[in-house]
T-cell receptor, first 118, second 109 residues
Framework: GAVVSQHPSRVICKSGTSVKIECRSL??????MFWYRQFPKQSLMLMATSNEGSKATYEQGVEKDKFLINHASLTLSTLTVTSAHPEDSSFYIC??????????????FGAGTRLSVL | SQQGEEDPQALSIQEGENATMNCSYKTSINNLQWYRQNSGRGLVHLIL?????REKHSGRLRVTLDTSKKSSSLLITASRAADTASYFC?????????FGKGTRLHILP
């Protein structure tokens, strides 16, 4: 149980295009999902908290107009990198908590999306 | 700022040896978690230790927590090649999980 699916696993795009990444909880409902960014050999940096039915909460320094988050249902959150540029190239990972499990604050992660902007 | 700081940053040991990774944190916590990440993949939860616990075991994993020193350690006994991965400690703050910088563990055959 507690499976999180993230798609696509890898995307290569041209500079200026927008890229959408999906994060789905497959066997539970997630009112909250999290989006992280990870640079090579570094830790995960929390970008934003995605809340079902309301606006996402962005961490300091993260441009909300650049990284659009939509959490339209209890099983799906999307991250859209708008007008992507080479500096946006990174590994993006989503996670979710399963409110039906204890302890409640264990996070279940997607497999990540490797974004390369040419 | 990062809540958890692991050391060492990188560790290479022979298969069969024990691997110990340490984590220090700055503020008070309710619990501390350890996660594992294989290269280019998502994270997998390994173990959670509550602030009122001092030691916890799960298979070949042993985690300790010293809240007075604000530190935790993860011990992997009888290491295997498949244990090669990055290991992160994580603490909860304001309903979010904050990850440390991680230890890259490499098990040598």
């Amino acid at each position: 149980g507690a499976v999180v699916s993230q798609h696509p696993s890898r995307v290569i795009c041209k500079s200026g295009t927008s890229v959408k990444i999906e994060c789905r909880s497959l066997d539970f409902q997630a009112t909250t999902m999290f989006w992280y960014r990870q640079f090579p050999k570094q830790s995960l940096m929390l970008m934003a908290t995605s809340n079902e039915g309301s606006k996402a909460t962005y961490e300091q320094g993260v441009e909300k107009d650049k990284f659009l988050i939509n959490h339209a249902s209890l099983t799906l959150s999307t991250l859209t990198v708008t007008s992507a540029h080479p500096e946006d190239s990174s590994f993006y990972i989503c996670s979710a908590r399963d409110p039906g499990r204890t302890p409640k604050n264990i996070q279940y992660f997607g497999a990540g999306t490797r974004l390369s902007v040419l | 700022s990062q809540q958890g700081e692991e050391d060492p940053q990188a560790l290479s040991i022979q298969e069969g040896e024990n691997a110990t990774m340490n984590c220090s944190y700055k503020t008070s916590i309710n619990n501390l978690q350890w996660y594992r990440q294989n290269s280019g993949r998502g994270l997998v939860h390994l173990i959670l230790i509550r602030s009122n616990e001092r030691e916890k075991h799960s298979g070949r994993l042993r985690v300790t927590l010293d809240t007075s020193k604000k530190s935790s350690s993860l011990l992997i006994t009888a290491s295997r090649a498949a244990d090669t991965a990055s290991y992160f400690c994580a603490t909860s703050r304001d309903d979010k999980i904050i990850f440390g910088k991680g230890t890259r563990l490499h098990i040598l055959p």
